[in-house]
């Protein structure tokens, strides 16, 4: 459709393996070849990862509950994240206008959301760790998977031209994964785990 904002993607992937990376090496999707441990490749890399997780909370999270909302978003943002690897891999060279991207408003969509759902739950009086809920462990985990996206894009910010709202996304991002795993105990009435640090054997120790 001619409204649309990005290119629909236009594949014919009949082959899966090409033999063409055997030596460590593959091609940007600007066709650049590059050393699979590249800054880009990293990045990308770990972004592919964390969609991975996100795509385990959504299996996680019955769209039949009370947290059908959070499967919609989740879902979002597995189109998101699948924009984000198809902006880091390419060359700022090479971008076509209606590429597919981050932008601000998917920013501002996550900074609504966090807003939205965290003023429905009790302030935190400590630190929370993962449990409680198969949903709540999958979250935290793209959580700690997308911290290391984002300072893997920071390293990469310093030696390649990228453009810093991908940075802004994924700190919103990991930001809204916490807000959502403490949402999905709290809508299905189930405790968090609080930290106490007096719970570790040395504390206990007499």
Avoid at 90 to 117: C, F, G, N, W, Y
Wanted: with cysteine; hydrophobic share 40%.
């Amino acid at each position: 459709m001619e409204d649309q904002s990005f290119n629909e993607p236009r594949l014919a992937l009949n082959r899966i393996y090409t033999k063409t990376g055997d030596q460590g090496d593959t091609h940007l999707a600007s066709g650049e070849r590059v050393a699979k441990d590249s800054p880009r490749l990293e990045c990308y890399g770990c972004v592919d990862e964390l969609n991975s997780f996100v795509g385990a909370a959504v299996v996680s999270a019955s769209p039949e509950s009370a947290l059908a909302p959070l499967v919609d978003i989740l879902i979002r943002v597995q189109h998101e994240l699948f924009n984000l690897g198809s902006i880091l891999a390419t060359t700022p060279e090479h971008v076509h206008p209606k590429q597919a991207r981050i932008t601000e408003a998917d920013v501002a969509q996550l900074e609504s959301e966090i807003d939205a759902m965290n003023a429905e739950l009790p302030p935190l009086r400590s630190f929370v760790l993962p449990g409680g809920s198969r949903i709540n462990t999958d979250l935290h985990i793209a959580r700690t998977v997308c911290r290391r996206a984002e300072r893997l894009l920071v390293t990469a910010t310093r030696q390649l031209p990228i453009d810093t709202v991908n940075l802004r996304y994924l700190n919103r991002l990991s930001d809204a994964l916490f807000v959502w795993s403490r949402w999905a105990n709290h809508v299905q009435n189930l405790p968090e785990t609080l930290w106490s640090p007096n719970r570790a054997a040395s504390a206990r120790q007499s």
